[in-house]
């Protein structure tokens, strides 16, 4: 899963990045509104946490514009505590979840998880495809009741084929969702990445689209 946070703030930028890695999301960072509202339209994420106080261009005009472009990106949006009226145009010009600063790291991993899985129409942390069943919390995955060992590159393509159950995934999208910015995979790459997971949870689960992609379904 693949999140943008714009927060001008570096050390809360910084916190929030350390955070969401940790959690298993690759992270991209912006540090003002024309820069968010630049990549938010031109490339394609999972999340957006957005500051609404910015440089350049407010965050709030940035919600608008995203919005007003089609752009359905679930967004979590930063306000400061006393700016209540912030928080309703926030909502009004279609944010999907606020969290006053400051607010605890715990929190926002937990509200955006829920803005995830609630975008991916799931309505636990727990992803089931099958007898799969991914725990997107504990950031692990069983199959029949038993554990996969699997690694954090593993898990993140199996989190991210099982949100996206049953529709293509390309080898574009992975290279863009599941790794981290500084990495640049070829196509072989990510063959023989799919081929380490199928081996792990079962070849069946994920069925191969020549030259389209993955697709994962019990
Ligand atoms: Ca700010």
């Not at 809360?12 to 969401?20: G, K, V, W």
């Not at 967004?75 to 969290?99: K, P």
């Amino acid at each position: 899963m693949r999140v943008l946070v714009v927060e001008d703030e570096q050390s809360i930028a910084d916190d929030l990045a350390e955070a969401l890695t940790g959690v298993g999301y690759v992270v991209e960072r912006a540090a003002d509104g024309e820069e968010a509202w630049f990549r938010g339209s031109t490339e394609d994420y999972d999340a957006i946490v957005l500051d609404l106080s910015l440089p350049k261009l407010d965050g709030l005009s940035v919600l608008q514009r995203l919005r007003e472009e089609g752009n359905q990106t679930p967004i979590l949006v930063l306000t400061a505590r006393s700016a209540w009226l912030q928080r309703v145009e926030g909502i009004d010009a279609g944010a999907d979840d606020y969290l006053t600063k400051p607010f605890h790291m715990e929190e926002l991993v937990a509200r955006l998880g829920a803005l995830l899985r609630r975008a991916g129409g799931h309505s636990t942390s727990l992803l089931a495809v099958g007898d799969l069943r991914i725990d997107t919390r504990r950031l692990r995955a069983l199959r029949s009741g038993r554990a996969i060992d699997l690694t954090p590159l593993e898990f993140r393509l199996l989190r991210y084929l099982a949100h996206n159950k049953g529709r293509v995934v390309s080898q574009f999208e992975i290279a863009e969702h599941v790794y981290q910015q500084d990495r640049e995979p070829d196509s072989n790459a990510i063959e023989a990445l799919v081929a380490r997971l199928r081996r792990k949870i079962g070849g069946e689960m994920i069925a191969t689209r020549r030259g389209h992609g993955y697709v994962m379904d019990a």
